[in-house]
């Protein structure tokens, strides 16, 4: 079935710095990919619309700027967080659309533990 | 607008119960797909199982039910004799139908943690 690679699963790093996630489609090509952002004990809350080539949509209140999305294939989508604090601290997940013969569905990715110390 | 309602936070039960988890949604789509995943501690998503609104028959698999209503706007997930290992936090979710070959983003339901005790 379609797989969605996400790496790395776990991050520390200090305040200040940037922090790439990747996500990867395996198996199929993934034109649109979703990023979600889940504080702990909390929902999942979308971030941001990526399609292949084309600049991300962002959802309210999320900070493009901080929140880089780059989607410049058709395999590989990914999040930068940019110069990191605490309160970025988060689980990250993405999710990419596929299609298959009959129908349509979603997959998503194994989340990313990002901890700003 | 779209919205999902998973008003129990968090559900004990002893293990070999019978536990139902409540979802209730509100969208203004006719077409639209429910979802319900389950969230181990370990953070990945496991896909449990898809709806379309037109498909309005209950489903079973294995200890796994889940009963859509239309009606009441309702999507309830029961699980019968309940085994420590389902212990997770379940997710209801709602997407719009896929129209124009573009992909919808889900809009999740707060979560239900469910704890099974030995």
């Known amino acids: 079935g379609a797989v969605v690679s996400q790496h790395p699963s776990r991050v520390i790093c200090k305040s200040g710095t940037s922090v790439k996630i990747e996500c990867r489609s395996l198996?199929?090509?993934?034109?649109?990919m979703f990023w979600y952002r889940q504080f702990p004990k909390k929902s999942l809350m979308l971030m941001a619309t990526?399609?292949?080539?084309?600049?991300?949509?962002?959802e309210q209140g999320v900070e493009k700027d901080k929140f880089l999305i780059n989607h410049a294939s058709l395999t590989l989508s990914t999040l930068t967080v940019t110069s990191a604090h605490p309160e970025d601290s988060s689980f990250y997940i993405c999710?990419?659309?596929?299609?298959?013969?009959?129908?349509?569905?979603?997959?998503f990715g194994s989340g990313t533990r990002l901890t700003v110390v | 607008a779209q919205k999902v309602t998973q008003a129990q936070t968090e559900i004990s039960v002893v293990e070999k119960e019978d536990v139902t988890l409540d979802c209730v949604y509100e969208?203004?789509?006719?077409?639209?797909?429910l979802f319900w995943y389950k969230q181990p501690p370990s953070g990945e998503l496991v896909f449990l199982i898809r709806?379309?609104?037109?498909?309005?028959q209950n489903e079973i698999s294995g200890r796994y039910s889940w009963n859509f209503q239309k009606s009441t706007s309702s999507f309830n997930f029961t699980i019968t004799a309940s085994q420590v290992v389902d212990s997770a936090v379940y997710f209801c979710?709602?997407?719009?139908?896929?129209?124009?070959?573009?992909?919808?983003?889900?809009?999740f339901g707060s979560g239900t943690k469910l704890n099974v005790k030995p």
């Open positions: 999710s990419a659309g596929y299609r298959g013969a009959l129908y349509y569905g979603y997959t």
């Open positions: 198996d199929f090509q993934a034109t649109t």
């Open positions: 990526s399609n292949e080539g084309s600049k991300a949509t962002y």
């Open positions: 969208t203004r789509d006719t077409t639209y797909y």
């Open positions: 709806r379309n609104s037109f498909d309005e």
């Open positions: 979710a709602l997407s719009e139908a896929s129209i124009s070959n573009n992909f919808n983003k889900f809009y």
